[in-house]
């Protein structure tokens, strides 16, 4: 994207915080797999949105002192010998050029700044990214480095900039939803191939390789997430992803994948027959499920809470339960449909989850809308998930091209395997 967008991005959270604060953000480092070898890296989304680099070990400061805003970028220092072994690392210029920062310079200077930026303070506000998902779940690097400015320097005062990025990055620019558009073309490529290579007696790995090799070829740059390839009652299991069973006839399978995009994300559910065929009862339940999906997608405009949007949702889903003969009783409903209607996408499928909960939409955020219904007994799993752009005057669904009614989905699959 255009080095004005992170700048745009770094005053936008400097305009957040208090007077007298440093902001410090770090890309982070890749995790030791085994021997020699470390897990894929990805960036800190919070450092990758207020500078554009997806390296590891980079580290952002931003400041705001007396109303003067100032931002700086540590680079690794050049280690020619390393780099014959793993590639060149960023330079001075280029991250000059790519971020548009003020000034850049190497980690070797980092701590000294940091203590010339702190120690003649009588007091100093200084924020970190600070998000942990539970109270027993390992601290980052930026709770370690929290621990350690506290212990230097008493009169710093710690302060969370997780929220206040996550309220920026809840709404998205121009940019940002054309790389969420790409994402989901790939996606669509890919759902198409699962489609039509399904084959009664495949395991649900063998399909979903499809996927993968389908992402690969089209330019993604990673996957979103886990692939969910869920044939028969394992649909039944929201996060089932061992992927192993075999298709068997009149099975449903159904798929919750997504590509990645240079860092953002597409996040889609489609359930089809394996035999290209859907039974009266597995229609019955799909058009329950599709009607859901189709009327959220037609209610939410800006101005709506996602609380609203959420009640409803499972409302209109106990509605069809009781159609199906499922449930008598609408507070019965939690049998069959046990999730939320849909999240926030961009950077990360679940994207800044602490504030998404309680949200009310706006031009520019991207939602799911992602309605479904389980029935173990049955075997039945069946989730319709789109990823939709709030406008001005309502929606856009990003993932309208993707096929979904039943008769599209049987008709496109006749073609396809009679090839």
């Known amino acids: 994207m255009n080095q004005n967008i992170y700048k745009l991005n770094r005053d936008n959270l400097l305009n957040k915080i208090k007077d007298n604060s440093i902001v410090i953000l770090f890309a982070g480092k890749a995790i030791q797999k085994t021997g020699d070898q470390t897990y894929p890296f990805t960036p800190n989304r919070n450092f990758y949105y207020l500078t554009g680099i997806k390296e590891e070990e980079h580290i952002l400061v931003m400041s705001k002192i007396n109303g003067i805003k100032f931002s700086k970028l540590y680079i690794k220092d050049i280690d020619l010998e390393l780099e014959k072994w793993i590639g060149k690392s960023i330079r001075r210029e280029e991250a000059s050029e790519l971020t548009a920062v003020d000034e850049v310079k190497f980690k070797s200077q980092f701590d000294a700044d940091i203590h010339s930026a702190i120690v003649m303070k009588e007091e100093i506000n200084l924020y970190l990214d600070l998000e942990k998902m539970s109270a027993n779940r390992e601290g980052t690097i930026s709770h370690r480095f929290a621990n350690e400015i506290v212990s230097k320097y008493p009169q710093v005062r710690i302060n969370n900039v997780y929220s206040k990025i996550g309220e920026l990055r809840l709404k998205k620019s121009q940019e940002e939803i054309e790389k969420i558009k790409k994402a989901i073309e790939i996606t669509k490529s890919g759902i198409e191939r699962l489609m039509t290579e399904a084959r009664v007696g495949m395991k649900e790995y063998e399909l979903e390789a499809y996927f993968d090799f389908n992402c690969k070829v089209k330019g993604a740059t990673g996957l979103a997430f886990t692939t969910i390839a869920a044939a028969g009652k394992n649909a039944t299991?929201?996060?089932?992803?061992?992927?192993?069973?075999?298709?068997?006839?009149?099975?449903?399978?159904?798929?919750?994948?997504?590509?990645?995009?240079?860092?953002?994300?597409?996040?889609?559910?489609?359930?089809?027959p394996v035999n290209g065929k859907f039974t009266e009862r597995q229609k019955e339940v799909y058009n329950s499920v599709l009607k859901v999906n189709e009327e959220i997608i037609k209610l939410i405009k800006p101005g709506m809470k996602y609380k609203d949007v959420n009640e409803k949702a499972t409302d209109l889903i106990a509605e069809e339960c009781i159609k199906l003969g499922l449930i008598d009783d609408k507070k019965d409903v939690r049998k069959y449909y046990y999730h939320s209607i849909g999240h926030s996408l961009g950077m990360d499928t679940h994207?800044?989850?602490?504030?998404?909960?309680?949200?009310?939409?706006?031009?520019?955020?991207?939602?799911?809308?992602?309605?479904?219904?389980?029935?173990?007994?049955?075997?039945?799993?069946?989730?319709?998930e789109d990823d939709i752009l709030v406008t001005e005057n309502g929606v856009i669904n990003l993932s309208s091209d993707i096929i979904k009614s039943v008769d599209e989905i049987e008709e496109f699959m006749k073609k396809a395997q009679n090839k």
């Open 237 to 272: 299991t929201l996060h089932y992803v061992d992927n192993n069973s075999e298709l068997k006839e009149n099975d449903l399978i159904l798929f919750d994948l997504g590509a990645e995009y240079n860092c953002y994300n597409a996040d889609i559910s489609r359930t089809f």
């Open 351 to 384: 994207d800044i989850e602490t504030p998404h909960r309680d949200i009310t939409f706006e031009p520019g955020v991207v939602f799911t809308v992602e309605p479904g219904i389980y029935i173990e007994e049955e075997g039945i799993g069946i989730r319709i």
